[in-house]
């Protein structure tokens, strides 16, 4: 294993904390001898959320949605000048796919963005908790303050 991270994947939900969770992960990036940096969003499948209730066919529905994502993610990732083929939308629930990526890629450090809650969510999402359980490599939530600064 390498003393540097040689492949950070960024998970954004697409909200206004993604730019923040990316920029973290960038500086990190910088500090291990210009990692290669990936930025994926996961959508929930439609035929999931719906499963046959719908008697209709959702795939342009699917299509249009992943078009918007596309779209969103190139105004985070091409503000930070991370390459469209470094940029991701896939279909699927987001921790399975995150992992798949990251094994599939040889990802080395996944960035997930975690929100100041109290309670029983205490500091991780859903996501990143999800996420956080059965890495293969290691993860690193960046605290997002409730004012939408990334904490140090
Ligand atoms: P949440 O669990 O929804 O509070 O989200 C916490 C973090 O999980 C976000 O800041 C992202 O890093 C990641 N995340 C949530 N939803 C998605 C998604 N659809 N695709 C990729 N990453 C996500």
Do not use: W
């Amino acid at each position: 294993m390498s003393e540097y991270y040689q492949h950070v994947l960024v998970a954004v939900d697409l909200t206004r904390d993604s730019g923040l969770v990316l920029a973290r992960a960038i500086r990190i990036a910088r500090r291990n001898q210009n990692a290669r940096v990936s930025i994926i969003h996961t959508l929930e499948p439609l035929g999931f959320a719906y499963g046959g209730d719908i008697p209709m066919d959702l795939t342009s529905i699917q299509d249009q949605l992943d078009g918007h994502a596309r779209d969103r993610l190139a105004e985070v990732a091409d503000e930070h000048g991370i390459p469209r083929e470094d940029q991701h939308v896939v279909v699927g629930m987001p921790d399975a796919e995150i992992h798949r990526f990251a094994g599939e890629r040889d990802v080395d450090l996944i960035v997930v963005g975690s929100h100041g809650r109290t309670g029983f969510a205490l500091l991780l999402g859903s996501t990143s908790t999800g996420v956080l359980h059965g890495a293969k490599c290691d993860v690193l939530a960046v605290r997002v303050g409730a004012d939408g600064e990334a904490t140090e």
